[in-house]
């Protein structure tokens, strides 16, 4: 029998619904543009799920393998700035991905794999919450579960909140997700709270004038990266 968490109901006020209506109209921008390029990305995080705070960002995520250049021309063309391009390795065995930062503050980003994502790494976005362009525009909220290890299920007047910490088994089957993906995410929040983030395995800045395209050649010929 799966054991079910008793849950605490959070009320949003009027300035927390004003916030996520403006960080989703930002998403939806960043979003629009690219399927108007053919490219289908999705929403990823607080704003999926709705229990935004003045930190939240705007993360876009493009979940499939694509050229670089692509995302990069479509994003130029629509009129956004790339501030920061930069590619990250999580750890030896992650998949490396790109991230372009379209404001000075590195608070809207849109991000890439480089490879093909692993089942596993996609469920790793499910957990948190993902929701394509159209159910954005729709006004969809979907649960997911944020930083602190708290599941949040939205709901008309805000969302109810539990932990997720000995409630693993309810979490997977809400969120359709492996129950070892729940274990691993749970794994490295908790460590994160005792030691703190370690840094990562593989974090390259592209500078003003490198493409995704010569920066992954330069990383592979020094043997940092392997594709």
């Known amino acids: 029998m799966i054991r079910v968490p008793e849950f605490r109901e959070v009320v949003y006020d009027s300035r927390t619904w004003e916030l996520l209506s403006s960080l989703r109209a930002k998403a939806v921008g960043v979003l629009r543009a690219l399927s108007n390029c053919g490219l289908n990305a999705v929403v990823h ?7 935004v705070t003045q930190s939240s960002d705007v993360d876009v995520v493009v979940s499939y393998l694509i050229q670089p250049y692509r ?17 990250v390795k ?10 372009i ?6 608070r809207e980003v849109v991000s890439f794999p480089l490879q093909e994502l692993t089942p596993t790494e996609w469920e790793f976005y499910r957990f948190g919450g993902v929701i394509t362009l159209r159910e954005l525009e729709s006004g969809v909220r979907v649960p997911g579960v944020n930083k602190n290890l708290t599941l949040i299920i939205p709901t008309d007047r805000g969302h109810l909140e539990s932990p997720v910490v000995n409630y693993e088994g309810y979490v997977a089957f809400l969120l359709g997700v492996s129950i ?14 005792r030691i703190g983030r370690t840094g990562t395995y593989l974090t390259y800045v592209l500078n003003a004038s490198e493409s995704f395209e010569e920066a992954l050649s330069k990383l592979m010929k020094g043997g940092r990266l392997s594709l």
């Open 45 to 51: 995080g607080s704003l999926a799920r709705g229990d």
């Open 71 to 87: 995302v990069v021309l479509c994003l130029e063309e629509a009129g956004f700035i790339a501030h920061k391009q930069y590619i």
């Open 90 to 99: 999580a750890t030896p065995a992650a998949t490396p991905k790109a991230y």
């Open 101 to 106: 930062e379209l404001d000075a503050e590195g």
């Open 180 to 193: 070892n993906v729940v274990h691993e995410r749970v794994r490295l929040l908790l460590r994160r709270d």
